[in-house]
């Protein structure tokens, strides 16, 4: 149905500009006559037999704005009758349509917004009401769906995904809380899509075709984003369980990465006597211990698996950090251009809070075998893997990813030309089930113009800083626009429909999120 009406509507665009003049350039002609070729809905785009990466990453600027605002109309309208969080958020913002693409701005969500609900609601194991919080933010209709009793948010994880359409994933949650993401399957199918042309523009590997060990310095399996992706991923880029090796079986807990965070953010604060959740910790705290005394001996093995591959096409997929870490535990033992030329290496979500010793870029480069360390830049609340690095070290847009630059002090977004800098939002084409305009906590400086790799897309340089970091660790941006519609948005977050929560109580909870 979609293309079909948009397809009528660009006939009905095209009759009234010949109506309306008797001439056009030659060069006007053939633009429309290009932008009639991408007559299809951005998520469609990345589809492999549709569209190369190269394609998607030199479509004219004019063309892509424009097919980019006739979808983020449709989003718009849809996500207005049918997501509770963005109807109340553009009501209180005054939002009623999407004329340009700078309107999407005062409504895109802040990147805290998926964890505003109470920790009391995890610690008190009320699910059936946490479910009614993350209702706000999908299409779907979970709010009534019966629950089989979870005590853990992985139960509940895991019970959503079997009673509905969702296939929910969570952030890492370092600052204290978990990032709940609601996806649907139609969701994970659109990032499925982008995530394999995302791979091959970093790699030049055609995974629907080719196929080699994969390595993953990870978990076997979770709900995390980058756990998801690498155990949803792997096994089908090596072609079958036996040639997909990772170094920690068993799934990353959602509730143990919760109680991590948690912990870290209290001790940080010197509140960690006022964790609610601490006789959680206690009774599992058997089980942390065992895996954490395990892990060296399973790294170990995992590395020694990874090195006797020696001399052959491998491929690795994993944070940052990890990828360093194994250059430089190889190189620390005398491995040179460990792995056969056309292996694929993929990295991104930066150090963690790692320091590689000096010299690191080199050695790393030196056991690999390779000129460049491949990247890419994302985080959870963003589609296909995110954006795919070039030789020059730049980030380039997909055309489904609309990006933003806002004010840090005002909020106010800038203007879709030439250089600019200051907070990065996005609006993701590739949702279709949730919202997908989001405002991160990163500072970065975008480009409208040419690369010199030669890409025609939008780029980001590669340095990129937390605000929070910048600012002494506290957050205290304004949200594209009005503050004070934000603060009542959150409010209307918290919300609890069987349970009211007193004004102060609220008012506590909106202040730790802002300031998380």
Same mark, same amino acid.
């Given at each position: 149905?979609?293309?079909?009406?948009?397809?009528?509507?660009?006939?009905?665009?095209?009759?009234?500009?010949?109506?309306? #003049?008797?001439?056009?350039?030659?060069?006007?002609?053939?633009?429309?006559?290009? @932008?009639?070729?991408?007559?299809?809905?951005?998520?469609?785009?990345?589809?492999?037999?549709?569209?190369?990466?190269?394609?998607?990453?030199?479509?004219?600027?004019? %063309?892509?704005?424009?097919?980019?605002?006739?979808?983020?109309?449709?989003?718009?309208?849809?996500?207005? /009758?049918?997501? @509770?969080?963005?109807?109340?958020? @553009?009501? #209180?913002?005054?939002?009623?349509?999407?004329?340009?693409? /700078?309107?999407?701005?005062?409504?895109?969500?802040?990147?805290?917004?998926?964890?505003?609900?109470?920790?009391?609601?995890?610690?008190?194991?009320?699910?059936? +009401?946490?479910?009614?919080?993350?209702?706000?933010?999908?299409?779907?209709?979970?709010?009534?769906?019966?629950?089989?009793?979870?005590?853990?948010?992985?139960?509940?994880?895991?019970?959503?995904?079997?009673?509905?359409?969702?296939?929910?994933?969570?952030?890492?949650?370092?600052?204290?809380?978990?990032?709940?993401?609601?996806?649907?399957?139609?969701?994970?199918? /659109?990032?499925?899509?982008?995530?394999?042309?995302?791979?091959?523009?970093?790699?030049?590997?055609?995974?629907?075709?080719? #196929?080699?060990?994969?390595?993953?310095?990870?978990?076997?399996?979770?709900? +995390?984003?980058?756990?998801?992706?690498?155990?949803?991923?792997?096994?089908?880029?090596?072609?079958?369980?036996?040639?997909?090796?990772?170094?920690?079986?068993?799934?990353?807990?959602?509730?143990?990465?919760?109680?991590?965070?948690?912990?870290?953010?209290?001790?940080?604060?010197?509140?960690?006597?006022?964790?609610?959740?601490?006789?959680?910790?206690?009774?599992?705290?058997?089980?942390?211990?065992?895996?954490?005394?395990?892990?060296?001996?399973?790294?170990?093995?995992?590395?020694?698996? $990874?090195?006797?591959?020696?001399?052959?096409?491998?491929?690795?997929?994993?944070?940052?950090?990890? $990828?360093?870490?194994?250059?430089?535990?190889?190189?620390?033992?005398?491995?040179?251009?460990?792995?056969?030329?056309?292996?694929?290496?993929?990295?991104?979500?930066?150090?963690?809070?790692?320091?590689?010793?000096?010299?690191?870029?080199?050695?790393?480069?030196?056991?690999?075998?390779?000129?460049? %360390?491949?990247?890419?830049?994302?985080?959870?609340?963003?589609?296909?893997?995110?954006?795919?690095?070039?030789?020059?070290?730049?980030?380039?847009?997909?055309?489904?990813?609309?990006?933003?630059?806002?004010?840090?002090?005002?909020?106010?977004?800038?203007?879709?030309?030439?250089?600019?800098?200051?907070? $990065?939002?996005? $609006?993701?084409?590739?949702?279709?089930?949730?919202?997908?305009?989001?405002?991160?906590?990163?500072?970065?400086?975008?480009?409208?113009?040419?690369?010199?790799?030669?890409?025609?897309?939008?780029?980001?340089?590669?340095?990129?800083?937390?605000?929070?970091?910048?600012?002494?660790?506290?957050?205290? %941006?304004?949200?594209?626009?009005?503050?004070?519609?934000?603060?009542?948005?959150?409010?209307?977050?918290?919300?609890?429909?069987?349970?009211?929560?007193?004004?102060?109580?609220?008012?506590?909870?909106?202040?730790? /999120?802002?300031?998380?």
């Amino acid at each position: 149905m979609y293309k079909k009406e948009i397809r009528n509507q660009m006939r009905l665009s095209k009759f009234l500009i010949y109506k309306g #003049r008797k001439k056009m350039t030659i060069a006007t002609i053939r633009q429309e006559e290009k @932008a009639s070729e991408w007559d299809t809905h951005p998520r469609e785009w990345p589809r492999r037999d549709l569209r190369s990466p190269d394609e998607c990453l030199n479509l004219d600027q004019t %063309i892509t704005e424009e097919l980019q605002l006739k979808a983020a109309q449709e989003q718009f309208i849809k996500a207005y /009758n049918e997501i @509770a969080a963005v109807r109340d958020l @553009a009501n #209180r913002q005054g939002i009623s349509q999407i004329s340009t693409l /700078n309107d999407l701005a005062p409504i895109l969500f802040h990147h805290t917004a998926y964890k505003s609900y109470p920790l009391s609601l995890i610690e008190k194991k009320k699910y059936s +009401q946490l479910t009614k919080w993350l209702d706000k933010f999908t299409t779907l209709d979970i709010g009534d769906v019966k629950l089989d009793d979870p005590k853990t948010i992985d139960e509940w994880l895991d019970q959503l995904e079997e009673k509905t359409q969702l296939e929910p994933v969570h952030s890492s949650g370092t600052t204290g809380k978990l990032s709940i993401i609601p996806r649907s399957k139609i969701d994970m199918e /659109n990032y499925v899509n982008a995530f394999y042309i995302f791979m091959e523009k970093i790699t030049s590997i055609d995974f629907h075709k080719e #196929r080699m060990p994969v390595f993953v310095p990870g978990y076997q399996t979770g709900r +995390q984003i980058a756990t998801k992706v690498f155990g949803t991923f792997g096994p089908k880029f090596a072609g079958s369980e036996e040639d997909y090796h990772y170094a920690y079986p068993g799934r990353l807990s959602a509730d143990f990465m919760s109680l991590a965070g948690r912990v870290k953010a209290a001790k940080a604060k010197g509140e960690l006597g006022k964790i609610q959740l601490i006789r959680s910790l206690v009774h599992n705290k058997g089980e942390l211990i065992k895996a954490q005394i395990q892990m060296p001996k399973l790294k170990e093995t995992f590395m020694e698996k $990874f090195l006797s591959y020696k001399g052959k096409k491998i491929f690795f997929m994993g944070l940052q950090a990890d $990828f360093i870490k194994s250059a430089i535990e190889g190189h620390d033992k005398g491995e040179r251009n460990v792995f056969a030329p056309g292996s694929g290496f993929v990295t991104g979500g930066g150090m963690k809070g790692y320091t590689p010793p000096e010299g690191w870029y080199q050695k790393t480069l030196e056991f690999y075998g390779i000129k460049s %360390i491949p990247k890419g830049y994302g985080m959870t609340e963003m589609n296909g893997g995110g954006l795919p690095s070039c030789e020059c070290g730049n980030y380039h847009f997909f055309p489904w990813h609309i990006p933003f630059i806002l004010n840090p002090e005002t909020g106010e977004v800038a203007q879709r030309k030439g250089i600019q800098t200051g907070r $990065f939002a996005f $609006f993701d084409l590739l949702a279709e089930n949730y919202w997908g305009g989001f405002i991160t906590g990163d500072r970065v400086t975008i480009h409208y113009d040419q690369c010199e790799c030669g890409v025609k897309a939008a780029w980001l340089e590669s340095d990129i800083a937390r605000y929070s970091e910048l600012q002494g660790g506290d957050d205290k %941006i304004s949200c594209a626009g009005v503050q004070g519609a934000y603060d009542d948005f959150i409010d209307f977050l918290m919300d609890e429909e069987e349970s009211e929560p007193s004004s102060s109580y609220k008012a506590v909870i909106t202040y730790a /999120n802002r300031h998380e």
